[in-house]
Structures are given as structure tokens and as C-alpha cells.
């Protein structure tokens, strides 16, 4: 699982640069200030989940367990619901694909939860 974990990382961290040099190049003329800070942010969060993608990849294989693989697909989730949701908002401008986002966000918190609780098991578990 780790190394689906680190391809997911590096796959997700690939398409949060594209996105971030499709949002400078071409969407700077074509989006309202306001729509491309949604698209930026987005792409911040993107970046920083697959980030935390390999580190539960590094994680999983020092302390494999449970916790660990629940935090892999929590930034999975957290990544296609939160910056999918502002992705798609900032590119159609439908307002209601905000009602989306915090879940998104529930996400991440839960992954980040998780990896804290898996890196603490293995910490204190022999």
C-alpha cells in the first residue's frame, strides 16, 4: 500500500503543477480575480496532500497499520472533493459546488488525524 500511496502523491503532485501553470498561463485573462483565487487555492491544497501522500507512503512503510492506510485515502477523498469541488467552481462559476468543499476539508482533517495516530501507534507499539 505504500507504494500506491507514493504513486498517488507524485501522480497528484504532478497535476497540481499542471493545474497551477494552466491557472497562471491561461486562465489569469479568462477568470475573474475572485474565480482564480478559488482555482489557486485549489491548487495549494492539491500540493500539499500529495505531499502528505508520501509522507503516508514513508509512514506506511516504518509503521504499517490501519490508521495509516485510513489516512491515504482521507487525502484521496479530501483532494477530489475540496480542490475538485473549487476546480470545477471557479471553472463554471456554479456557486452550489461550494456546498461541497468543507467536506473536502472534513477530509483532510481526518487524514491528518489518522497519520497522527498511526505515527504515534508505531511510536509507542512494539
Known amino acids: ?32 480575480p475572485e ?20 509522507a503516508v507512503a514513508w509512514a506506511s512503510n516504518h509503521w504499517p497499520g490501519t490508521p495509516l492506510r485510513a489516512a491515504g485515502w482521507l487525502f484521496i477523498a479530501g483532494t477530489v472533493l475540496f480542490s475538485g469541488s473549487l476546480y470545477l467552481l471557479s471553472l463554471t462559476g456554479a456557486r452550489w459546488l461550494g456546498a461541497i468543499t468543507p467536506a473536502g476539508g472534513l477530509m483532510f482533517l481526518g487524514g491528518w488525524a489518522a497519520l ?4 504515534l501507534k508505531g511510536w509507542y507499539v512494539p
Open 1 to 32: 500500500m505504500d507504494k500506491a500511496f507514493a504513486l498517488a502523491g507524485a501522480i497528484s503532485a504532478f497535476i497540481a503543477v499542471a493545474a497551477g501553470a494552466f491557472g497562471a498561463h491561461a486562465l489569469r485573462a479568462r477568470l475573474s
Open 116 to 119: 497522527a495516530i498511526g505515527i
Open 35 to 54: 474565480l482564480l483565487t478559488v482555482f489557486e487555492t485549489g491548487v495549494r491544497y492539491q500540493m500539499y496532500h500529495a505531499l502528505a501522500l508520501c
